[in-house]
């Protein structure tokens, strides 16, 4: 297996920091354990009190699962690796295991006063994940890794996409100083179309 494709190893890693960061988004989502609910009312309106978490969560989801997805059909570009590929993609990972902890505090701060921090750190997270892109990318293409012309395009439009996905996100988390809900509905709303858009195309 490893003859026919020298990257399998490393794909195997990077799958499993994958879904070791889905799991742990939903760690954090549970009915408070000290409080003893008297009436299935009680457990409604818990379960109303963390929605901001749970929202958080599927929008974390999306995250992942599109790096993911970007991911996979990265390294069916290249056929072979370096030294500042792996450590590329290592940056590019150490984002997407990061992701739990912003999450977290959106679902927790997203409606209280105190919102700035978690918001701020969440579009940055975002924003370093375009750095990780344009260093693989970068990286694939100094080494010589693409396995064709048309790989090379391909990969090209990737560390054009990670720039825009760096200048865009880091815009936005500037200004979630000052409007950090209308930034996270911004946020959500690029998402879900980078979600669609990427079904779309992918489909196509």
Request: net charge positive.
């Amino acid at each position: 297996m490893s003859a026919e494709n020298p990257n399998s190893r490393l794909e195997a890693f990077c799958d499993g920091v994958f879904a070791i960061a889905l799991t742990l988004l939903i760690i954090d989502i549970k009915l408070p354990s000290t409080i003893e609910f008297s009436s299935t009312s009680e457990i409604w309106l818990a379960i109303k009190h963390i929605m901001p978490s749970i929202f958080a969560f599927i929008l974390s989801f999306i995250i992942i699962f599109i790096t993911w997805v970007n991911h996979h059909n990265a390294f069916k570009m290249v056929n072979k690796s370096s030294i500042s590929f792996i450590y590329a993609n290592g940056f590019l990972l150490l984002t997407v295991v990061f992701i739990p902890f912003p999450t977290s505090l959106v679902g927790e701060y997203i409606l209280s006063d105190h919102s700035t921090p978690a918001v701020f750190l969440y579009t940055s997270i975002i924003a370093l994940q375009g750095i990780g892109w344009v260093l693989l990318s970068g990286a694939s293409l100094k080494n010589d890794l693409a396995k064709n012309e048309k790989a090379i395009i391909k990969i090209k439009n990737n560390r054009k996409n990670g720039y825009f996905t760096f200048i865009v996100y880091s815009i936005l988390a500037i200004i979630s100083f000052w409007f950090p809900l209308i930034i996270a509905t911004v946020t959500t709303m690029t998402l879900i179309f980078w979600l669609f858009y990427g079904a779309k195309m992918k489909h196509e």
